[in-house]
């Protein structure tokens, strides 16, 4: 257990990259939204989409713990067991903190009526406006995922190098059109689309989750065998 924490406090190291990146675009995010809110000439309820902006630098994140620390990790003696632990450990921590961050501005905008413009940054349609608890859980599965999604590259990568990423994304895309085509030519898009709101956010979130879970495993699958 020292030595999974040891990988987490070296991974936090650098604040900058883990805390500082996010804080910014985050707030960058909120500040950009405030203004569009202010000057729209309309009274109705305003939202937008741009509180998940620092999910994609959360993917790039799970590229960079892998492949800025992995070697000097292994170099230290540290088991890959004990670093792919403290490296989720590390991450999970931060994802915790950007749903206490969530929680915070969802209440501040139930509280000011959407920051006394009508606007809601963090409240957004069927993603985040139920119960208060929603705001947390629904925007850590979401971080988590993403920096799941750039772990799990980022071992394909150092396991098979730049020929087996492009097979595997290229399979990943194929799965995926194959799907839509299957979907389409069935009709079954009613079918979908009902699935997804009787399930509502936190069903898809749950969904969202056991996908993060089975990158994880993998990831661990494949780390085990990746040389430095």
């Known amino acids: ?21 996010p804080a910014v675009i985050l707030g960058g995010s909120l500040l950009l939204s405030l203004v569009i809110f202010a000057i729209i000439p309309v009274e109705d309820k305003r939202t937008g989409g741009a509180a998940f902006a620092p999910l994609w630098y959360f993917f790039v994140l799970g590229i960079q ?8 990790s292994l170099g230290m003696s540290v088991s890959r067991k ?7 450990l590390a991450f999970g921590g931060v994802a915790l903190g950007l749903a206490v961050v969530f929680w915070a501005g969802s209440q501040l905008e139930r509280l000011t009526g959407g920051w006394w413009l009508n606007g809601y940054f963090f409240r957004i349609p069927y993603v985040i406006d139920g119960p208060w608890w929603h705001s947390m859980v629904i925007p850590f599965v979401a971080a988590m995922f993403f920096f799941s999604v750039g772990f799990w590259a980022a071992t394909v990568y150092r396991r098979w190098g730049v020929t087996g990423t492009l097979i595997g994304v290229i399979s990943l895309a194929v ?54």
């Open 1 to 21: 257990m020292s030595r999974v924490l040891a990988v987490s406090r070296m991974q936090l190291i650098n604040k900058w990259t883990f805390l500082g990146v």
């Open 65 to 72: 713990s892998l492949t800025l620390t992995f070697p000097f």
């Open 175 to 228: 799965l995926v059109v194959a799907a839509v085509v299957l979907v389409t030519v069935s009709g079954s898009w009613p079918a979908v689309g009902g699935f997804f709101v009787q399930a509502q956010a936190i069903g898809v979130a749950g969904i969202v989750a056991l996908l993060a879970a089975a990158l994880g495993t993998g990831s661990f699958i494949t780390l085990r065998r990746t040389a430095v």
């Open 82 to 88: 004990s670093y792919f632990l403290g490296t989720h």
